[in-house]
């Protein structure tokens, strides 16, 4: 590629962020520079404390010809002379301004594996013990960087060689970012559940799951079996109809299938006085499929029904994916979280972590294909039991959170 030929190795510069990067290479090179990688970079400190976080960028430089290079000077000059402006600092900002946009969406997608690689300093051995632990669990880079800060700051020097009490205080500050959501209270009945989410996470399996422990529920407080009905809108899935059907029967529970908000509404109404639990199965869509998922939004928008809705999503899914899945939910206002397929991972880091940055609680867990077998009321000490490599005290948890398991 002529007039655009890296030298090598790349070299590196540090600034306070990527736009003080981006200034001084302007400075020196104008545009004669490509930027190939930047990095954050803890820099100065004593044993992991007191160090400032700068960002390393790393650059090639271009050969131009010395017409572009003239053509270049001229140009700037130009611009200097029309805005009469004394400094390059703002037409170094305008020019910078223009790339930060896709360069941001670059760093955060990057972010989590470019933490696995950051040289960060001398740290205190404990810290970066906590740090190697959280990771082994798939917490987010951003989780375990709030924790190690949290250790940081409330953890004299000495204390820290007490490993013990240092990783205790992190189960305890893990259990504190873990949401349960409370028991719904029906103000009037029938009250009426819907289940959300993507593709292949078991959203029929889990409406059958929910309408047999209410039943199981009712039978072991000793209560009438309660009436209920379910609706299918799952028009795309193979199947789902008939798998919904074949629960429905084996529970001797009904089963509706409406393709319209109108639908919906008619079976509202006629079955409103005779039933105490109306369950909606809806489709599910890729996350990014925003039109279809709209347009299931629409078919829910029923008026006069106020139901509590129900994200559900797999515990093994990505960070990044879960990310983007609550986010492309919003819009259903859903009450909290299902996780399902418990039983296909070793690990909730990802899930905590992605739950506590986007406020959300958890309400129930769930795995494998058995109705009405392992479904239960989510609990803080569930997901501290399954810390990874962590030594957890379970009477101090159990007195720690045991009243969030009600």
């Known amino acids: 590629m002529s007039g655009n030929q890296f030298q090598t190795p790349p070299l590196e510069i540090m ?9 001084k290479l302007f400075e020196q090179y104008g545009t004669d520079y490509d930027l190939v990688d930047f990095r954050p970079k803890l820099s100065g400190g004593f044993l992991g404390f007191f160090q400032k976080e700068m960002i390393c960028a790393k650059y090639v430089l271009k050969t131009r010809s010395q017409e572009e ?34 360069m941001k969406k670059s760093l955060e997608e990057k972010i989590d594996s470019i ?30 960087h709030s924790i190690s800060s949290r250790v940081k700051d409330e953890f004299a020097l000495s204390e820290l060689d007490d490993f013990k ?60 079996q309660p009436k209920i009905r379910l609706i299918t809108i799952d028009c ?29 509404k008619k079976i509202y109404d006629d079955y409103k006085n005779s039933i105490d639990e109306l369950i909606i199965d809806t489709s599910g869509y890729s996350p990014n499929d ?14 006069g029904i106020t139901p509590d809705v129900y994200l559900a999503v797999t515990a093994s899914t990505k960070a990044s ?27 909730f880091g990802n899930v905590i972590s992605v ?14 294909q058995k109705v009405p077998n392992f479904f239960e009321k989510a609990g803080v000490i569930y997901f501290l039991k399954r810390l990874v490599d962590f030594e957890v005290d379970r009477g101090h948890i159990e007195d720690m959170f045991i009243g969030m398991e009600e």
């Not at 600034?15 to 200034?23: F, Q, S, T, V, Y």
């Not at 925003?290 to 029923?302: C, H, P, Q, S, T």
């Not at 994916?321 to 690990?347: G, R």
Request: net charge neutral; charged share 25%.
């Open 15 to 23: 600034g306070k962020n990527l736009d003080d990067c981006k200034r």
């Open 69 to 102: 290079k003239e053509n270049f000077s001229q140009a700037k000059n130009e611009i200097l002379r029309n805005t009469g402006i004394q400094t390059d600092t703002l037409v170094q900002a305008s020019f910078i301004k223009n790339q930060i946009d896709d």
């Open 115 to 144: 933490a696995k690689t950051t040289p960060v300093g001398d740290k205190h051995p404990t810290i970066e013990r906590i740090e190697d632990m959280l990771s082994a669990n798939e917490f987010t880079f951003s989780y375990i």
């Open 165 to 224: 009490a240092v990783q205790r205080k992190v189960v305890d500050w893990i259990g504190e970012s873990i949401k349960i959501a409370p028991k719904p209270v029906y103000v009037k009945l029938p009250h009426v559940t819907v289940l959300v989410g993507p593709t292949g996470v078991g959203k029929t399996t889990t409406v059958a799951k929910i309408a047999a422990n209410k039943i199981i529920e009712a039978r072991n407080k000793g209560l009438p």
């Open 236 to 264: 795309f899935k193979i199947g789902a109809e008939t798998q919904l059907r074949t629960f429905g029967e084996i529970m001797n529970i009904p089963v509706d299938k409406a393709e319209n908000v109108d639908d919906i």
């Open 290 to 303: 925003y039109e279809n998922i709209g347009k299931m939004r629409a078919i829910l928008d029923v008026p």
């Open 321 to 347: 994916d879960l990310m983007k899945i609550i986010q492309n939910y919003e819009p259903f206002n859903f009450a909290s979280v299902i996780l399902t397929k418990c039983d296909e991972t070793s690990v």
């Open 355 to 368: 739950l506590a940055e986007k406020h959300k609680p958890v309400s129930y867990i769930t795995d494998g």
